[in-house]
């Protein structure tokens, strides 16, 4: 396999997340159904497809928050299937959630942190109890949370309420915590969900600034095609809980049984 960096084809390594034939039933439902997928350095990969497709499934498999039925989730070769999702955050997956999930009455800079507190896991947090280092690890958490704030156009807000802010930046704010946790593959799930036009434009030009400055991997569940057809070098395409389609943009474009789920979708909405 060849991965792309900086534009330029590298040769094949070890997949910084790989899903290895997921399935995933809820008693008489199947979401998922055999999904595998490679995320390699510095890809950023486009998840698509119609409501109820599995792409939020394919994520809380990724990230952990839901065990497979069956197949496997490794980090650069090694096991992460069944772990709590805070060993896969420490193995570098972070996410973002389809709804907002901040804590309102803590401040920006709070919540941030809270995403880096999360990857040095409780150990961590324990020695923050009273131990000279305590204000240094404290310090370093902070000078962390606040270097993503800025990634993501915050800083200047850190002291505010995390629920006193606007819709987007909030949306913002849940991309600088995934940050926080220093993670090498970024899985955002529709961070455009409920944003206007101009919202999404300025969106679209910070993940594309995030994923050149940070160099990370970024998969992307995303509604918003031309999102997705702008910022991503390869899109999957699930229907019905199964991968019908990989491939470049312009390749997805054209592919037929990816315009008849799509047809098809609209076709059932419009008989519903
Ligand atoms: N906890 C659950 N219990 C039962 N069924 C579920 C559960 N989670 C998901 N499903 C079902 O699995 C299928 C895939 O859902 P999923 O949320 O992964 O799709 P999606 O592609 O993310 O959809 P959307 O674009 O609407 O968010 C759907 O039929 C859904 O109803």
């Known amino acids: 396999?060849?991965?792309?960096?900086?534009?330029?084809?590298?040769p094949s390594a070890t997949p910084l997340l790989e899903g290895r034939s997921l399935t995933r039933r809820f008693g008489g439902v199947t979401a998922l159904t055999d999904y595998s997928v490679t995320v390699g350095p510095g890809e950023l990969l486009g998840l698509i497809g119609p409501n109820g497709?599995?792409?939020?499934?394919?994520?809380?498999?990724?990230?952990?928050?839901?065990k497979p039925t069956d197949g496997q989730v490794l980090s650069e070769g090694v096991q992460l299937t069944g772990k709590k999702p805070e060993e896969y955050a420490r193995a570098g997956i972070a996410r973002t959630f389809q709804n907002i999930r901040?804590?309102?009455?803590?401040?920006?800079?709070?919540?941030?942190?809270?995403?880096?507190?999360?990857?040095?896991?409780?150990?961590?947090?324990?020695?923050?109890?009273?131990?000279?280092?305590?204000?240094?690890?404290?310090?370093?958490?902070?000078?962390?949370?606040a270097r993503q704030l800025a990634e993501v156009g915050l800083a200047d807000i850190a002291d505010?309420?995390?629920?006193?802010?606007?819709?987007?930046?909030?949306?913002?704010?849940?991309?600088?915590?995934?940050?926080?946790?220093?993670p090498k593959v970024l899985l955002l799930d529709e961070p455009a969900a409920g944003m206007n036009p101009s919202?999404?434009?300025?969106?679209?030009?910070?993940?594309?600034?995030?994923h050149e400055r940070l160099k990370i991997s970024i998969i992307l569940v995303?509604?918003?095609?031309?999102?997705?057809?702008?910022?991503?070098q390869r899109i999957q395409v699930l229907d019905r809980g199964k991968l019908i389609a990989e491939g470049a943009p312009a390749d997805i474009r054209a592919n037929e049984a990816v315009v008849t789920a799509?047809?098809?979708?609209?076709?059932?909405?419009?008989?519903?």
Request: proline share 3%.
């Open 102 to 145: 901040l804590f309102p009455e803590l401040s920006v800079l709070e919540n941030a942190a809270a995403g880096c507190a999360m990857r040095r896991g409780p150990g961590w947090l324990a020695t923050m109890a009273g131990l000279p280092s305590a204000a240094r690890a404290e310090n370093d958490i902070h000078e962390i949370a």
């Open 222 to 232: 995303e509604h918003d095609m031309r999102l997705v057809m702008r910022l991503c």
């Open 53 to 66: 497709a599995g792409k939020t499934t394919a994520f809380n498999l990724l990230t952990g928050v839901l």
């Open 1 to 10: 396999m060849i991965f792309l960096i900086g534009g330029c084809l590298q």
């Open 262 to 272: 799509y047809l098809g979708t609209r076709r059932e909405r419009a008989h519903a």
């Open 160 to 182: 505010h309420k995390a629920g006193s802010l606007p819709y987007g930046h909030q949306r913002k704010l849940e991309i600088a915590r995934a940050l926080a946790t220093e």
């Open 199 to 210: 919202e999404t434009a300025a969106l679209v030009d910070m993940i594309a600034g995030l």
